[in-house]
């Protein structure tokens, strides 16, 4: 499977750089800087080599709010108690996840006071209620942005967390692919949001949850506050990635930055000849313990026979 998605990756460099670029496993041995799209808090604050960067909402920016089409803003506009966003993203099919979990979103989302915009996929549900509004895709960064917004019901991916936050709203997670377990866990630590199984999922704790998320301050104070940690930085992502690329290019690629086990063989960078040095010390050491006790054993055994004989 592996040699697969490498032969796949290099037809498409090959398609869109040429032919002569060099094979990809060369490529990555020649790598002189990481761009991360996160921020470190939502990374556990590891150390990294100093050319891996850490940006964090690049596709995000202060740019103006743009409107909304005009049949989603009358729908918003027209909520009394405000609205809910529910999406899962693009690569959660909600036609492809189990039909009595569906329900349980339409049920509850039919029973609150709250308008709700629902990005779903396939056939739209009979007798759906007024207060809910389908489409395939919502301007999402805009609906986060909108003062009515009181919670985003999301599947947990990373560029919706990102948008999430940047817009200062709380959250509630269904994950189910790849690291939206991991985001989901962060939500939870830095409390602004909740975390629910999809196959735990009830209609008790659906309605206790969005009840719950948009009644307690703390999830909306928390998301702010997070905001403010994120953003409170002397460049905008966009403008460390164009100096850091700069920086490279001044320096010929700043190989000065790399560390020393850039490149190194899993043998070289576990160290499995010290490894196997050591084992086999601790293996002599245990042999050489073996061999005096047999002999020790052995000369008092023979003493006490002596000693018998005698």
């Known amino acids: 499977m592996y040699n697969d998605h490498v032969q796949y990756e290099n037809e498409v460099l090959k398609r869109l750089f040429g032919s002569e670029i060099p094979d990809i496993n060369e490529l990555r041995k020649n790598i002189r800087m990481v761009f991360l799209n996160v921020h470190p808090i939502w990374d556990f604050n590891r150390p990294v080599p100093p050319n891996v960067i850490y940006l964090g909402q690049m596709h995000l920016q202060k740019e103006r709010v743009k409107k909304l089409p005009e049949e989603i803003e009358l729908f918003v506009n027209s909520s009394v108690h405000g609205f809910i966003y529910m999406s899962f993203g693009s690569n959660v099919k909600l036609s492809s996840l189990p039909q009595e979990k569906i329900q349980i979103f339409s049920k509850i989302f039919s029973e609150i006071p709250y308008e709700v915009l629902w990005k779903r996929d396939g056939e739209i549900p009979v007798n759906l209620s007024q207060n809910i509004k389908i489409s395939e895709w919502f301007p999402q960064s805009t609906l986060l942005r909108h003062p009515k917004i009181k919670l985003f019901i999301t599947q947990g991916g990373l560029q919706s967390t990102d948008e999430a936050i940047f817009a200062g709203v709380p959250l509630i997670v269904v994950p189910c692919l790849g690291d939206q377990w991991y985001n989901a866990e962060q939500y939870v630590?830095?409390?602004?949001g909740r975390k629910l199984e999809l196959n735990n999922l009830n209609e008790k704790l659906l309605k206790e949850s969005i009840e719950d998320v948009i009644h307690n301050k703390s999830y909306r104070e928390n998301v702010k506050k997070l905001r403010q940690i994120i953003t409170d930085q002397p460049q905008t992502s966009l403008e460390k990635a164009v100096w850091w690329t700069?920086?490279?290019?001044?320096?010929?690629?700043?190989?000065h930055l790399m560390s020393p086990a850039a490149n190194l063989s899993w043998l070289e960078y576990y160290e499995i000849n010290f490894v196997i040095f050591l084992l086999g010390i601790l293996f002599l050491c245990i042999i050489s313990i073996i061999f005096i006790l047999r002999l020790l054993v052995t000369f008092l055994f023979v003493r006490d026979i002596k000693i018998k004989e005698n």
């Open 189 to 192: 630590r830095h409390g602004i």
């Open 246 to 255: 700069e920086y490279v290019l001044r320096h010929k690629g700043a190989k």
